[in-house]
């Protein structure tokens, strides 16, 4: 997605446009991908421009509550976030630390549980944990 883009979508959705947010969008939007806010920062810096590990982390959390990436987090330490927003599962490889999309139509979940009482079901997301194969 191209600067005008990004400063497009910011507006659609609310978000005051700022020089660091245009910075992140142009990187997450980029393609359909799933990165870190480090992996962020790094290309940020890639192009000779700063940014702070606190601006990328509440830019990124604004998009995710304005809804135009989602967060994905594969454990307590590791989030990735994802420029496709359509309903989708995912792969983590644990070794390579590699994150890839699952097709909603190849997982079928037969039964849920009971949802607690005075809620609704927002959203499933599933996260499958592999490792590369060892050979023996």
């Given at each position: ?7 497009r979508v ?10 660091q ?95 607690p009482?005075?809620?609704e079901?927002?959203?499933i ?7 590369n194969?060892?050979?023996?």
């Amino acid at each position: 997605m191209q600067r005008e883009e990004v400063v497009r979508v910011l507006g659609r959705n609310g978000i005051t446009i700022t020089p660091q947010r245009v910075e992140v969008g142009e990187v997450l939007f980029s393609r359909a991908q799933h990165v870190s806010a480090e992996q962020i920062i790094d290309e940020i810096k890639q192009h000779g421009k700063s940014v702070s590990k606190a601006t990328v982390y509440n830019t990124l959390n604004r998009f995710v509550a304005k809804g135009i990436a989602k967060a994905v987090h594969v454990n307590p330490e590791r989030t990735f976030y994802d420029s496709v927003i359509t309903y989708h599962h995912h792969f983590y490889n644990e070794d390579t630390h590699e994150i890839t999309d699952i097709d909603p139509a190849s997982l079928v979940i037969q039964q849920m549980p009971e949802i607690p009482p005075g809620t609704e079901l927002q959203d499933i997301e599933v996260v499958i944990h592999v490792r590369n194969k060892q050979d023996i």
